[in-house]
């Protein structure tokens, strides 16, 4: 093993791999002084000469490929179709000071790239190709040598392997012929002496003990009767003592079991109600007492004929539909407005069948503070992050404008619209926002009045059934629907905001499907698409301000549509139960 390390092996190797290396470094700087030089001769000419005079050079020959783009990775010319655009390293490099030195590609074919900067907004990147059998030998001589080095570093492993196998070897050998004579005694006098010593343990009154003995001839028969007889008194014995134990350890275990339970929940810091499937008390935990208000001596029923139940009873109303529900809910009392957050779950015996609720309470009205403090921060930084972007743009255009004028150029005019241009479009985009977030944070009073909730969804709907010949909308509506007391406009910008999202989520093509139905005092409207559906880490975030999972969302979309919901006293939420696409479950009072 030694002998095949040994040189002129890895002397041969390790000068391929020299070779290997020079060749790809000598046609790595082959290529960056290619690049330099197109950029001094591009360079040389006006920006608008540039791509005739890249064309001219490709012409050449000198160069097998060539690029021109500019900072924002536009593409200025390219001499061959199939060039895959340049991605962010690349350009970013180009334009950097040393520049993109020897960049290797191996699709679709063998490739040096190398970039050079012309100026501040446009760069060059030269191409060689490799010739196809010398990267195929390049690479055979590199994988060879990398097979190589990792033998020669393994070969102390494979002499210590062979080592411990042949000792391994040995020492099983050894252990079986141990093994067999060994055996061959037991055989003979062991099953004795353990029928001898059964026999003892039984007249003491140990009735489980066995003889640890198998065998197939006439004493394995009579060791295996032995141990049959001993079991069969064991089981005897056990059956009468556990006969006993169970009536004790029974009523001593539902007692303890009792007590655990009462003391756990009296000691929890949140509150637990469990009610009937009729929704009446059963029972309630100290700490649900302190936030429902509801005295030690008082009678349980009392809690339900509270004005802080009727929320939890719109809760329980929704069960039969959705096995866990969760909401929060607010609470008026004497140190002012509480938020508790809400989670129920229908109770089922071991067959299946619902026989009550349990209701988890918990105050998080600090929480809830910390959360819309930390939104509002958010949003804060969000205003002034996107106020700031479009004032670069802006500076660098009255810059320009300036320094054409200084310089009285003859594209001056062209400077200045061109300028004045982008200034009104970042200003547009600056105002657009404003308005945007004004429209949030001030939404107009709302007058409500009795309409056709029917009525409005189908009208609502109308104008993307004629738009959207890709998009098909179902809607399950009765048509006796008693009328709802809301704001008509308003309320078709909420759901055309809705249809707006879907469609676009869908692409253009999918199914939008609404159903409207009556719930507890509240019409419930559930809206589905068959869109990619809603991440689970965003539900949390979704109806925040500036928060938006779309590349040119402002995020004031669905915050908007949250805040005049709750101006018409209802709700909007994330329907957890579709996973089929994004699903959201609106409820208005009625």
């Known amino acids: 093993m030694d002998w095949w390390f040994q040189s002129p092996y890895q002397e041969i190797n390790q000068s391929g791999q020299h070779l290997v290396d020079d060749a790809m470094d000598m046609v790595r700087r082959d290529t960056y002084r290619k690049a330099q030089a197109v950029s001094r001769q591009l360079a040389s000419v006006s920006p608008a000469l540039q791509p005739a005079l890249a064309k001219h050079l ?4 000198d160069v097998d490929t060539l690029e021109l783009i500019d900072r924002s990775g536009k593409v200025l010319y390219r001499s061959m179709d199939t060039l895959q655009a340049p991605d962010s390293y690349k350009l970013d490099k180009s334009f950097s000071r040393e520049g993109l030195r020897g960049w290797v590609g191996l699709s679709p074919r063998p490739m040096v790239e190398s970039g050079v900067r012309v100026n501040d907004q446009v760069a ?8 196809k059998d010398l990267f195929q030998q390049m690479d055979f001589i590199a994988k060879n040598n990398r097979q190589f080095l990792l033998a020669r570093s393994q070969r102390k492993v494979v002499k210590i392997s062979l080592i411990s196998s042949f000792l391994a070897l040995t020492l099983m050998i050894t252990f079986v012929a141990l093994w067999i004579g060994s055996h061959l005694a037991r055989e003979i006098s062991i099953p004795l002496q353990l029928l001898l010593e059964g026999t003892r343990e039984v007249s003491k009154g140990n009735l489980a003990h066995q003889i640890p003995y198998e065998a197939k001839d006439e004493i394995g028969q009579v060791v295996k009767s032995f141990n049959r007889m001993t079991q069969d008194l064991q089981a005897s014995k056990r059956e009468l003592e556990w006969s006993n134990q169970e009536l004790r350890m029974s009523t001593q275990s539902a007692e303890l079991r009792r007590r655990y339970i009462e003391t756990l929940l009296e ?12 929704g009446d008390v059963r029972t309630l935990n100290l700490k649900a007492r302190e936030l429902m208000g509801v005295e030690r001596g008082e009678r349980l029923q009392n809690i339900i004929s509270r004005p802080e139940w009727a929320p939890i009873r719109e809760i329980l109303s929704g069960l039969p539909e959705r096995p866990v529900m969760n909401r ?4 008026p009392g004497g140190r002012g407005q509480r938020i508790l957050s809400v989670s129920a779950a229908t109770l089922k015996d071991p067959s299946g069948t619902p026989f009550g609720y349990l209701l988890i309470l918990e105050d998080i009205t600090d929480l809830s503070r910390a959360q819309r403090i930390a939104a509002w921060q958010e949003v804060a930084q969000r205003m002034a992050h996107e106020i700031k972007n479009p004032l670069t743009p802006i500076r660098l255009s009255s810059q320009r404008i300036r320094k054409k004028v200084k310089e009285k150029a003859q594209d001056l005019e062209t400077a200045v619209m061109e300028g004045t241009n982008t200034i009104e479009r970042e200003v547009e985009g600056m105002m657009t926002m404003v308005n945007e977030f ?16 029917t009525s409005l969804l189908m009208d609502a709907a109308s104008t993307y059934r004629s738009a959207y010949a890709k998009v098909n909308v179902e809607m399950e509506l009765p048509p006796d629907f008693p009328p709802v007391r809301l704001d008509w406009e308003p309320m078709h910008r909420v759901f055309k905001n809705l249809f707006e999202n879907a469609i676009e989520a869908m692409e253009m093509s999918g199914t939008i499907s609404i159903s409207l139905r009556r719930g507890d005092g509240h019409a419930v409207i559930t809206m589905r698409d068959t869109g990619p559906g809603i991440p689970r880490e965003a539900r949390s975030r979704l109806f925040m301000p500036y928060y938006s999972t779309k ?9 908007i549509v949250a805040r005049v919901l709750e101006e018409h006293g209802g709700t909007i939420e994330v329907d957890e139960s579709y996973e089929g696409g994004a699903g959201f479950i609106i409820t208005l009072p009625l």
């Open 328 to 331: 929060e809910i607010p609470l």
């Open 551 to 559: 590349r040119k969302g402002t995020g004031l979309g669905l915050p």
């Open 124 to 131: 060059v990147m030269v191409g060689s190709y490799l010739p």
């Open 438 to 453: 004004s429209r949030f944070a001030r939404l107009p009073e709302i007058h409500p009045k009795p309409v056709s909730l």
């Open 58 to 61: 490709v012409g050449l020959g």
């Open 267 to 278: 000691t929890l810091n949140i509150g637990v109600i469990s009610t009937d499937t009729e």
